[in-house]
């Protein structure tokens, strides 16, 4: 049978949004992907019995040939490799196959231009998080892609994650809160534990103790009707301990580095875009 989805790049995007997939309960043998080497196909394997992996340092014709049948065809290269593989597997691609693409700063009409004409293209911005069924991604379709096309490429996502739609000129914003946004977390459970570690706990410790905080901290943000403000606020009164940290953070200006920080992501978004434009 010929596989329903295929990835062609499996890099950690890629790998996240599969393995998401895979949780979520699509049939491994639905499913084929394509890598460079062939040590990294068969770990691939190893991890994923049953995914169809082709090594196309052993089959240079492995991402067309992984496209042969496919519904859904997921871009997962770097932004700049992006068009030419889309190139390089049209001829291979089904007439009324969707290709996803997940190059942040890749537009559209540049995907487009690359495939045959009226193929179907959605823009996607997922992260990381998909790979434990707590992602988030932005869907944005192209000119030809029909509603049961995209719900297609909804499909892949929704089992491990939130699917939302935002316009094309917003891929950018959703890149720096929701794309970038699993490493600011991280970030701060490597700051927390730093802190931890320089007021005397034994630096193991202080590791555990941030990283098990945010995690949790991260489950009760999902529960239904949660919101930050809300939990932040039960937790900081004007009396409370925790209140006093708060106000080192507001007075240091925090929020507004943060901020400063997701604007420094849109500005390289735009960056890359550019080049990818002129290139």
Do not use: H, W
């Amino acid at each position: 049978m010929p596989a329903m989805i295929a990835f062609l790049g499996c890099g950690e995007m890629n790998e996240a949004i599969m393995a998401g997939l895979l949780t979520a309960g699509t049939s491994p043998d639905r499913v084929v992907a394509t890598v460079r080497s062939a040590d990294r196909a068969a770990a691939l394997r190893g991890s994923y019995p049953g995914v169809t992996v082709i090594s196309t340092e052993e089959n240079p014709d492995g991402n067309r040939a992984a496209c042969i049948g496919a519904a859904v065809v997921v871009l997962g290269v770097a932004p700049g490799a992006t068009a030419e593989l889309a190139r390089a597997v049209g001829p291979a691609l089904r007439r009324d196959a969707v290709v996803v693409s997940v190059a942040a700063a890749l537009p559209l009409a540049q995907l487009e231009a690359a495939l045959p004409e009226g193929q179907a293209v959605v823009r996607s911005m997922p992260n990381t998080p998909l790979k434990v069924g707590r992602g988030i991604v932005s869907l944005t379709p192209g000119s030809s892609c029909t509603s049961a096309q995209l719900q297609q490429a909804r499909s892949i996502f929704e089992g491990s994650g939130t699917v939302v739609e935002v316009p094309e000129e917003q891929i950018a914003l959703v890149s720096a809160i929701s794309g970038s946004g699993p490493a600011y977390a991280y970030y701060l459970a490597e700051a927390m534990a730093a802190a931890g570690a320089g007021l005397g706990l034994e630096p193991g410790l202080a590791e555990l103790l941030a990283r098990e905080t945010v995690a949790g901290a991260g489950l009760m943000l999902a529960a239904p009707g949660a919101t930050a403000s809300a939990l932040r606020q039960a937790m900081t009164g004007p009396e409370t301990i925790t209140s006093r940290a708060i106000a080192v953070f507001e007075e240091r200006g925090l929020p507004g580095i943060i901020a400063e920080g997701a604007g420094a992501t849109v500005k390289r978004t735009g960056e890359v875009t550019a080049r990818l434009v002129r290139n």
